[in-house]
């Protein structure tokens, strides 16, 4: 019985060779089996058009990132460097709403990008009211395409930094009716945030 007992234990320190696996690292490892078949069904989504899953990956990535605070903003943020069509873009809207900072530098990149990833950026760093970003969309003010100009005076608009003031006063003068409205709307945003908060 004893030299049974022996062969167990021998047995038992054999296999716990390497060190027991904790129930945080298993809980890790689940949440990154998660999220990472939650980009891939993003991506999917997007590449087939499938706007409603899409839109449920995007509550998905939320609600993960409500429940872990930070976890998620590194998978998106590889996830900008996608050469699916769309996926960029709208990684960088996930990124807006979950409001990592880490994602500021890779969104500012996105900014000398496409159309379309500019205006996806602009708008992503708009809602995290990322001011390092500021003389970013100041200069896109000045972009040849409308959309990218209105999407810029926007996204100032929702920093409520005064230092944008002087250039979103000349796009009122912009030839396009848009960019008028939403410089016009940025510095009444702007003034209302100084002066209350919101």
């Known amino acids: 019985m004893h030299h049974r007992l022996l062969i167990l234990t021998v047995i ?56 872990h605070p930070g976890i998620v903003a590194p998978y998106l943020i590889q996830n900008l460097g996608s ?5 960029p873009e709208y990684t960088a ?36 009211r990322a001011t390092e970003a500021l003389d970013d969309l100041i200069g896109l003010l000045k972009d040849p395409n409308e959309r990218v100009r209105q999407d810029a005076a926007y996204s100032l608009g929702l920093m409520g930094d005064d230092r944008a003031n002087k250039a979103l006063k ?7 009716e848009l960019v008028r409205f939403f410089a016009t709307e940025a510095l009444t945003r702007i003034e209302n945030y100084q002066k209350y908060g919101w």
């Open 12 to 67: 038992a320190v054999m296999v716990a060779g390497l060190a027991p696996i904790s129930a945080e690292e298993i809980q890790t490892e689940d949440l990154e089996t998660e999220i990472q078949q939650a980009l891939s069904t993003l991506n999917k989504a997007i590449a087939e058009k499938n706007d409603p899953m899409r839109n449920k990956m995007y509550f998905k990535f939320r609600l993960i990132e409500q429940d």
């Open 83 to 87: 050469d699916i069509e769309g996926v």
């Open 93 to 128: 809207f996930i990124l807006g709403w979950i409001n990592d900072k880490r994602a500021v530098p890779h969104l500012r990149e996105m900014l000398k990008q496409s159309v379309s990833c500019q205006r996806h950026a602009a708008r992503a760093l708009g809602f995290m």
């Open 170 to 176: 000349e796009s009122e003068n912009d030839p396009d």
